[in-house]
């Protein structure tokens, strides 16, 4: 029905950037609440940012100021600038969306993950 496909992951030195990327794709009417959250090994999923369909954000206190979260409608993608980043910023993100769908049987508001993209951050 719908898919969220991530890219953007990969290795990058402390102090660096890397932009992430997450495209829905599928019976979509609509696309509400846009999130990014990450997984570090050992740690809970924690949520990193948010976007509403309006384009309000708002951002964990660890990476506020050093990310960026945006999204362009028109495509259904939500990306994540980041910057300056840390060490402890490694971990796997996941993107999440509140996607509403209509399929020949069903229609409504659903939540959706992505696959999740690795960022590590070497010291």
């Known amino acids: 029905q719908v898919q969220l496909v991530e890219s953007g992951g990969g290795l990058v030195q402390a102090g660096g950037s890397l932009r992430l990327s997450c495209a829905a794709s599928?019976?979509?009417?609509?696309?509400?609440?846009m999130d990014w959250y990450r997984e570090a090994p050992g740690k809970q999923r924690e949520l990193v940012a948010t976007?509403?369909?309006?384009?309000?954000?708002n951002y964990a206190d660890s990476v506020a100021g050093r990310f960026t979260i945006s999204r362009d409608n028109a495509k259904n993608t939500v990306y994540l600038q980041m910057n300056s980043l840390k060490p402890e910023d490694t971990a796997v993100y996941y993107c999440?969306?509140?996607?509403?769908?209509?399929?020949?049987?069903?229609?409504?508001?659903?939540?959706?993950w992505g696959q999740g993209t690795q960022v590590t951050v070497s010291s």
């Open positions: 976007i509403t369909n309006s384009g309000s954000t």
């Open positions: 999440h969306a509140d996607i509403r769908i209509t399929t020949g049987f069903l229609t409504g508001t659903y939540s959706y």
């Open positions: 599928g019976s979509i009417v609509s696309v509400n609440v």
